[in-house]
DNA sequence: ATATTATTAGTACAATTGTATCAAAAAGGG
DNA sequence: CCCTTTTTGATACAATTGTACTAATAATAT
């Protein structure tokens, strides 16, 4: 038998690498050789984890989207209603360095989604796991009868959602502009809004 | 005196060829020999009207901001202030085909923004001005009493942008889970949610 | 008509791209 | 030790890239 590599591993390391050189220096000068390098690799080396670049791609917007979901179901959801659901949401805002790099990513994968088939299917399913989530969060708070009365839930399940990914689109794209306090105390502000007066 | 081309006219039918191409097979394939073949010209002719790729570029990115600035500046505001403000807010929406094109060249051009100095600043300015012009609209809406009392100003502004570019971004992405209707209605949910009720 | 000059088109070139191929290297089981 | 098979690395190749260069073309003012 000859040298084992956990192959799963080799793959997540190397989409990574693939997220740092995007970062860096864009999708369109993320060639296979750039992220060989960054890898530590060889092309041909990669090229035995990754048949075809488009194969790379996807899956390292699919490690995003795994990284964000883990996160999410590895949280204790016990505690006031509204903290927990406003520390659910923060999970898809880049709200730290890493989450940053992560975002940053997603955003320009998301991009590229408007002419990439195979990215355009794993956007729209996490899209609707998203969109799933929201709506659990407003039912509840419905159910807790925490919620105003008189709100439209559909409405504020599509609003939350784009108020969500605006605040983080904003922050990634103008940080200086939207920081990173700005978007945690809006995402606080708009729950607040939703709730019955105390 | 040779023949004569209106230098602007051109520029701007080739910055529309450019779109064309974005809109059709990305950013990463907008060459500029297709985009040549797309206005009809042979690469040395449109070398002639931008001398590098990152100057067509630049130039593309920054004619959908006049567009779309014209288009505001050129509207009628007279009538009730929600209508105005709702009417206004929508030209930065991709309610209909051609500005739905724009948006998505802007959002595509967004994304490069992380890795480009020359896009980064116009987007920048843009950023700022939207921002000015919605600040104006909070201002105005409290100014008129129509705000509801209690309300944080500054968050209104920062949600309300976030609101807008979530649900252009919504859209565009995911144009079946969000449809047309659903972002102009949750715009105008929104807006009555800030108003003091009647 | 002709001279002038913006405009156009064609070709060239070095660099980079994704992918293919194939042999060398490495390591664990017998 | 040796065989087997994964892993690696190097080279090759056709295609495409942005840009440069140059000569032909076309239209206008004199």
Redesign the pocket.
Known sequence: ?????N?NE?KIKIAESTWNVIVREGLE??????IAAEAN?????L???F????DLFLFSMELVSERVRKRIEGKNYDGPPLEMFQEALSEVLPIDEDRKIEMEVWLVFSAKTLVDRRLEELSKNVFIQIRTGIEKIINTLDSLELLKENVDQHAEVIRLHALIDGLATHHILHPNTVTNKEMILTLRYHLLSLCREV
Not at 29 to 34: P, Q, Y
């Open positions: 038998m000859p040298k084992i590599v192959h080799r000068n993320a060639s296979v050789r750039k690799l060889s092309v041909g080396s090229r035995h984890y048949p075809s670049q488009s």
